[in-house]
């Protein structure tokens, strides 16, 4: 018994909520006389306007819809997603020779891996008695899978090579210079990432060429002075290639390196936004 007030009250308040809305009026239908289509439009209107001034709307959109060509322009210049340039650029650094477009060519390359890369998940398992036999299921019995891993191929050496003249780019053109340099070693660190995402990538088939490639390239590492035995034993996950060693190059290659680096582009981007474009200059 003791639940019926409070129920009641529950109730009563939403009832005074829906009485306060603009749409509450056309809840009891169209008049007698009443164009239908009217009165549907209007129904319409009064609910867009409930939702608009709610507070969930507004919490989530603070600022109102943009009405004026003015209002669209502010919006634009101060997102950073709706205009990944810089507010006020000189017109001479917004032509195609001076940066070629190869950051944002590195950026598109990258989405073409991550959704290539997860269409290959779908048919990949990383164990060594199954990595080889699944590479060579997708490249000859899935349908369209040999575009698929070739396409994810390709566009892993294209994105070492646009990262790499993106850097001699920006060397070139001193475009390191202040206020940039914090972005010149944000950059740096990209491409050292975008390194290791191939290297990584590189064992995952499982075949001949690519066991022996990252024996090779452990070894190199494990000859790097005092620390090189504990980087080498990291890497492998072990004192050789094996099973370890897979699963943790997958890991690596599909899940922190791509988090790492989606990051470091984003915060990248936002650097050239807030520091502006060298033009070269």
Same mark, same amino acid.
């Given at each position: 018994m003791s639940d019926q007030p409070v129920e009641r009250g529950l109730f009563r308040r939403i009832a005074q909520a829906i009485r306060s809305t603009q749409a509450s009026q056309f809840l009891r239908g169209p008049s007698d006389g009443t164009n239908r289509s009217v009165f549907s439009s209007g129904y319409r209107n009064a609910l867009k306007k409930d939702i608009v001034t709610s507070g969930p709307w507004r919490s989530v959109f603070a600022r109102p819809y943009p009405q004026t060509p003015k209002d669209n322009s502010e919006i634009a210049i101060t997102s950073f997603w709706l205009h990944l340039h810089p507010a006020f650029i000189r017109r001479e650094t917004i032509k195609f020779g001076v940066t070629y477009g190869l950051g944002g060519l590195a950026c598109g390359l990258f989405m073409v891996l991550a959704v290539t890369g997860v269409m290959e998940m779908f048919y990949y398992v990383p164990a060594t008695d199954h990595a080889y036999k699944d590479m060579v299921d997708l490249q000859h019995v899935v349908s369209l899978g040999k575009i698929l891993r070739n396409m994810h191929r390709w566009a892993a050496h294209a994105m070492v090579i646009m990262v790499s003249l993106h850097m001699l780019r920006v060397f070139l053109q001193k475009? !390191?210079?202040? $206020?940039? @340099? &914090?972005? *010149?070693?944000? #950059?740096? &660190?990209?491409?050292?990432l975008t390194m290791m995402l191939s290297f990584t990538g !590189?064992?995952? $088939? *499982?075949? @001949? &060429? =690519? !066991? *022996? =490639?990252? +024996?090779? #390239? +452990?070894?190199? =590492?494990g000859s790097i002075p005092l620390i090189g035995p504990k980087v080498r034993y990291v890497l492998l996950g072990g004192p050789s290639v094996d099973q370890a060693t897979l699963i943790r190059f997958f890991v690596l290659h599909v899940v922190v390196l791509p988090i790492v680096i989606s990051m470091g582009m984003v915060y990248h981007f936002w650097r050239v936004r807030k520091d502006g474009f060298s033009g070269g200059k």
């Open positions: 475009a !390191y210079k202040a $206020p940039r @340099q &914090l972005n *010149w070693v944000v #950059g740096v &660190l990209l491409l050292c !590189y064992l995952l $088939p *499982w075949d @001949q &060429l =690519a !066991y *022996w =490639a990252i +024996t090779v #390239g +452990t070894n190199m =590492a």
